[in-house]
């Protein structure tokens, strides 16, 4: 299933996500690198080489994290503010469009209920918490040295918050399945929801996709006790939407 807008409008410009969207894609650009060569082959694996390089020097490690020492060569910061950085940093093109898309569907009210600064807050509490799911979930010797980057931990807190806040909101969603590909309106609470349990169904199952299931389970219940905690900004009320 994917997002492909919502019918939530909101009452204050959306700063702080327009910025956090910003950002992912210029580390992105800084991630591949300026190319020095004009030949199209040369190019692509420069990019190619760039990306990785920056994985391993600004991903969060787990056995980084854990034993405070760097296995990586030169990396950003020394860990554990990798648990940061990393949250700037993607594996792909797709990786960032797809986090992108979700933060920029589902952070814009979730940061006007909040308040910019809060939602700041909200969002890098939800992402280093995400990693650190990660973290302590990474009990292989691979699993422990495999960098973790992404935005997706803070944008599953984005979602909990948004299902608490939202949850009859309409969301029209591109639903694939085989052959069958159709555009259906659905329930904020039911597209979260499935997402949810999607990522549940596949830690149970032991999926090795390469997804960080742990983080995005980690950033949502961070989000569901964060979203209560921080309160509403001055004069924030909801919006009747949705079904």
Known sequence: MIPVRDDNPVDRTPLVTYALVFANVLTFLWQIGLPDTLAA????????RHLELSVLRGGAIPYEILTLHDVSPKDI?????????????????????????FLWIFGNNVEDALGRVRFLVFYAICGIVAA???VVFSLTPEAQLAPMVGASGAIAGVLAAYLLLFPRARVLTLVIVFVFVRLVPLP????IGIWFAGQILAVLLGAN?????FAHIGGFLAGLVLIRALGRRPGWRPRRTGW
Do not use: E, I
């Open 41 to 48: 082959q040369d190019v692509l694996h420069a990019m190619r």
């Open 77 to 101: 910061v020394p860990p554990p503010f990798t648990v940061f950085t990393s949250m700037f940093l993607h594996g792909g093109p797709l990786h960032l469009a797809f986090n992108m898309l």
């Open 132 to 134: 650190l799911g990660q």
């Open 188 to 191: 904020a609470g039911w597209f």
């Open 209 to 213: 996709t390469g997804v960080a299931f």
